[in-house]
């Protein structure tokens, strides 16, 4: 009875490994986008929640009598260079410094906050609140959503124009 010789084995391992490594590798590849479509799906979610913030505060504050951007100008921080974030449960704008901090996320509720007891996520969000040339009745909007994955650094933007007038 004859055997294998070496060189046959070696052969036979070499079509074996790449028999499995074909697949695992697109597996891999499978899951890394279906991780990255959900991330990218939650930015664009968290970017329109901080646009509509924007928006409801602007109503509010007409509303009730008060300038339009109170809140979101100077006291809010979001005409400086560095933005400012928003709490959904406490609509507080505050200004950024160097970093904003970073979306947490509430287990048993799944709402995304700033909340210290709640783990953080791998979002950022940043409003802007830009001047508008020729009228003080227009602000531009810019909504930044960013995360790190994989060592790559990814980035969301929604912009819309609010006016005074309703």
Not at 40 to 64: C, P, Q, T, Y
Not at 78 to 84: L, Q
Not at 110 to 129: C, H, K, Q, S, V
Not at 141 to 146: A, E, F, G, H, Q
Request: charged content about 20%.
């Amino acid at each position: 009875m004859r055997g294998f010789s070496l060189l046959e084995t070696l052969v036979a391992i070499a079509i074996l490994t790449l028999a499995v490594l074909g697949p695992l590798t697109v597996a891999s590849f499978v899951l890394f986008s279906a991780t990255l479509a959900e991330n990218e799906a939650a930015a664009f979610n968290l970017a329109e929640e901080g646009m509509e913030l924007v928006i409801n505060k602007r109503d509010s504050n007409i509303f009730s009598g008060q300038n339009w951007l109170n809140g979101l100008d100077a006291s809010g921080g979001c005409h400086t260079a560095n933005g400012c974030y928003v709490d959904a449960l406490t609509v507080v704008f505050n200004g950024c410094s160097a970093n904003c901090p970073k979306l947490r996320r509430d287990a048993s509720t799944g709402l995304y906050n700033y909340d210290a007891a709640d783990p953080e996520t791998l979002f950022e969000r940043r409003i802007y609140l830009e001047n508008v040339a020729g009228t003080s009745d227009e602000k531009k909007i810019r909504v930044v959503l960013t995360w790190q994955e994989r060592l790559v650094t990814h980035s969301f933007t929604l912009e819309r124009h609010i006016f005074l007038k309703l």
